[in-house]
């Protein structure tokens, strides 16, 4: 009796060979053929031609910017992830849906819209333009505008994968963290913290990966001046425009390296994320926030 459920849920062979050839073939054909094709243009012409590509003062200044619009719109997201995720997942309130509908308003409006949204609001035009301008003030068409546009790009990432995680795990370690006389920041690095931190960590990779490959929005609110306001998908872009494939392949292997190494971050955190837990998780929550009771109270 038991045999034949199980036969019931095995597909026969030849429709497993199809599944598997059919996700080989697009695999094979929309990731491995244009991966493979990047790198065979970025290095064609050889490793000096490369190296100069990467070299050039212009592409160094594209990084350079890239990073550090990364630097500073991550952790604005983490921040903002941290709290919206934490007020969502533990709390009823009025407008909650509605910020949950906010969180994903970047996965639904495009890139380029994003960008004219703050073009009208900090523009020479806009709402805020002439206030700009009279206190000497530059968002749109410099570095500050860059990072908004990244910034709101990319908000949903850490928030987005923190949600699902609190309210799964509920909030009952941290009430008794809360009744043991732990203070709010001892529940959050001592209790909270460990049990979100691949999810946190998992967030804020998928948050760098988009904020260094934008384009969009980063279009819009850059006047595109090599050296001063081109990320690296924007110093691409002019390479290839200017017909100057070899360098534009060159940096653009830059990026596709970004992207591994995000894949390959993903593989580790999923890997340690399913581990057995550590030690300090299995310990009761007493221990975990390192709470002792002493006469008259709770001492820290």
Request: glycine share 8%; hydrophobic share 60%.
């Amino acid at each position: 009796m038991s045999a034949q459920p199980n036969a019931a849920r095995t597909e026969p062979t030849w429709v497993k060979a199809l599944l598997i050839g059919v996700a080989v073939g697009f695999v094979g054909l929309f990731v491995a053929v244009p991966v493979a094709l990047i790198l065979h243009h970025a290095f064609g012409e050889g490793w000096d031609v490369f190296a100069a590509a990467i070299a050039d003062e212009d592409a160094r200044a594209a990084i350079r910017l890239t990073l550090l619009v990364v630097v500073i719109a991550v952790p604005l997201n983490l921040v903002f992830g941290l709290a919206a995720a934490w007020a969502i997942a533990r709390f009823r309130f009025r407008g909650r849906a509605f910020l949950i509908t906010l969180i994903d308003l970047p996965f639904a409006v495009s890139p380029v819209i994003a960008g004219m949204l703050f073009v009208l609001l900090f523009g020479a035009s806009g709402v805020f333009g002439a206030w700009l301008q009279a206190h000497d003030v530059r968002i749109i068409f410099a570095t500050p505008g860059i990072v908004l546009a990244t910034t709101f790009i990319t908000f949903p990432f850490v928030a987005r994968e923190l949600i699902p995680v609190m309210e799964a795990q509920g909030a009952d370690e941290e009430e008794a963290a809360m009744v043991l006389g732990a203070s709010a920041w001892q529940m959050f690095f001592k209790v909270t913290l460990p049990k979100i931190r691949w999810g946190l960590a998992y967030g804020v990779i998928l948050c760098s990966a988009r904020a260094i490959g934008e384009f969009g929005a980063v279009s819009v609110v850059s006047n595109n001046v090599r050296g001063r306001s081109n990320t690296v998908p924007l110093h691409i872009e002019d390479l290839y425009n200017e017909y100057q494939y070899a360098a534009a392949f060159a940096v653009s292997s830059l990026l596709l390296l970004m992207a591994l190494a995000t894949l390959v971050a993903r593989r580790l955190i999923e890997h340690q994320a399913t581990r057995p837990d550590s030690v300090e998780d299995e310990l009761p929550v007493a221990q975990r926030v390192d709470i002792a009771t002493v006469p008259g109270g709770i001492a820290p």
